[in-house]
């Protein structure tokens, strides 16, 4: 069982920037690929940014160029460093993470936190 917890989400002004915090606890063993997703009211739970262990990242075309996935393999933690959001950037945004302990595979996810791009 692995636990993510979400941080650093609110209200942020066209233009501006804001950096998401993911950390992963539990039976960390077996942690491989990070990522981040974000899901707006009324429309499907898309892809921001993706992180393997090793720092191959892919990013959705939306984001590309404002948006930076890191990862501190040390602290399990994964980021996302957004600037210049638009309002258009408004979701929320949750961390996802895999894990393939023993042969297993797992997908878990964050609670979610809300970011708010006001124009």
């Known amino acids: 069982q692995v636990q993510l917890v979400e941080s650093g989400g609110g209200l942020v002004q066209a233009g501006g920037s804001m950096r998401l915090s993911c950390a992963a606890s539990?039976?960390?063993?077996?942690?491989?690929?990070m990522g981040w997703y974000r899901q707006a009211p009324g429309k499907q739970r898309d892809l921001v940014a993706a992180?393997?262990?090793?720092?191959?990242?892919n990013y959705a075309d939306s984001v590309e160029g404002r948006f930076t996935i890191s990862r501190d393999n040390a602290k399990n933690t994964v980021y996302l460093q957004m600037n210049s959001l638009k309002p258009e950037d408004t979701a929320v945004y949750y961390c996802?993470?895999?894990?393939?302990?023993?042969?297993?595979?797992?997908?878990?996810w964050g609670q979610g936190t809300q970011v708010t791009v006001s124009s």
């Open positions: 992180i393997t262990l090793w720092g191959n990242t």
């Open positions: 539990g039976s960390i063993f077996g942690l491989n690929a």
């Open positions: 996802n993470a895999d894990s393939t302990p023993f042969g297993r595979k797992y997908t878990y």
